[in-house]
């Protein structure tokens, strides 16, 4: 009698208990044929719990026919067909406001790192160069310089806040001003907030409209001093472009935490030294995993008690 319910990825332990004993679960992710698991289950499916990278496709919605709710573990919700969930009326959820700050903090956690040369610098302890070759290739200092934002959401403000506390110059992009951002500078065209930025960071929620918005004219602006961060979607970001740009020295540096096609990476980035490399990890401490599952499970059971929804995205 318990709700039959679709997990496309897999949860914690933490997560994984209660789920179970509230919904009857079927596995996606452990299925070695996909499309004959979603054949043999999906018509009883009444809802895909999924994850912000993994999203839910139009297969999958259309075989689910009786699909009511799609609760994703995430903020970000660009990997889920939204057409084909309006075509059907199916609700979305996702998880805002619980990952903000620690999203905030990887980000500037990594634009610290990398312009420190932090990674490098405990090599040159463990590998014995500090007392063979002497005293470590000196970096860039972050305080004083210049940081665009682009994108001043939920993430972008929390970033922007942090950059401010390390004495930095803030500005940002977006579609228009806001009203709470008195004391950084309006920037409204991208490639000229790249051209007015040492640090470009990036955390616009993904859609069709903001594809590679951070194309090879953004990057160019950004020069060759120039740390382009990504804490949002690779999608954000044309790759060959920017993987161009790192390989010639057009643009400095760049620490990113999402890839095209992740977690298969361009093994381009591999042979690069200008690079911080992160598994898509922003959101990934334990307090905010834990609230993060306890919202998707609060929207799966706010749904089936006929209450209203917590976080709606449709
Ligand atoms: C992932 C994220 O969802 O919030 C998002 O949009 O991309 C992350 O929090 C996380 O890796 C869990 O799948």
Redesign the pocket.
């Known amino acids: 009698s318990k709700p039959q319910i679709l997990q496309v990825?897999p949860y914690p332990e933490w997560d994984e208990v209660p789920l179970n004993a509230a919904f009857s679960v079927h596995r996606y992710f452990e299925a070695s044929d996909k499309s004959d698991f979603l054949a043999a289950v999906g018509p009883n499916v009444r809802a895909i719990a999924t994850?912000?990278?993994?999203g839910a496709n139009r297969a999958m919605i259309e075989a689910c026919p009786s699909l009511e709710l799609i609760s994703?573990?995430?903020?970000?919700?660009d990997a889920v067909d939204l057409a084909a969930c309006r075509e059907r009326g199916i609700r979305v959820t996702?998880?805002p406001d619980v990952?903000t700050s620690d999203?905030a903090d990887l980000g500037v956690a990594m634009m610290l790192c990398l312009s420190r040369g932090m990674i490098g610098a405990e090599s040159w302890v463990k590998d014995g160069s500090w007392a063979a070759r002497g005293l470590y290739p000196l970096k860039r200092r972050v305080w004083g310089r210049r940081a665009g934002v682009l994108g001043l959401g939920r993430i972008g403000y929390e970033v922007a806040k942090r950059l401010q506390g390390f004495d930095m110059q803030v500005a940002y992009s977006d579609v228009a001003p806001k009203d709470f951002a008195a004391d950084w500078k309006f920037i409204a065209d991208p490639v000229a907030l790249a051209a007015h930025s040492d640090f470009l960071f990036v955390t616009l929620a993904a859609s069709a409209a903001t594809r590679h918005i951070v194309g090879r004219e953004v990057i160019a602006a950004l020069g060759e001093e120039g740390m382009l961060v990504n804490i949002s979607?690779a999608s954000n970001i044309d790759e060959n472009a920017l993987l161009d740009a790192l390989e010639c020295g057009a643009l400095g540096s760049a620490a990113l935490d999402?890839f095209e096609g992740e977690p298969k990476l361009n093994p381009r980035f591999l042979a690069l030294d200008n690079v911080l490399l992160q598994p898509?990890?922003?959101?990934?401490t334990i307090e905010t995993?834990k609230a993060?599952g306890q919202l998707v499970r609060d929207n799966l059971m706010a749904h089936f008690s006929g209450q209203a929804l917590l976080t709606p995205v449709l």
């Not at 994703?72 to 919700?77: D, L, P």
């Not at 898509?280 to 990934?284: C, Y």
Request: no cysteine.
């Open positions: 990825g994850r912000g990278e993994l994703v573990y995430g903020v970000g919700f996702n998880t990952l999203v979607r999402v898509h990890h922003a959101s990934g995993r993060m």
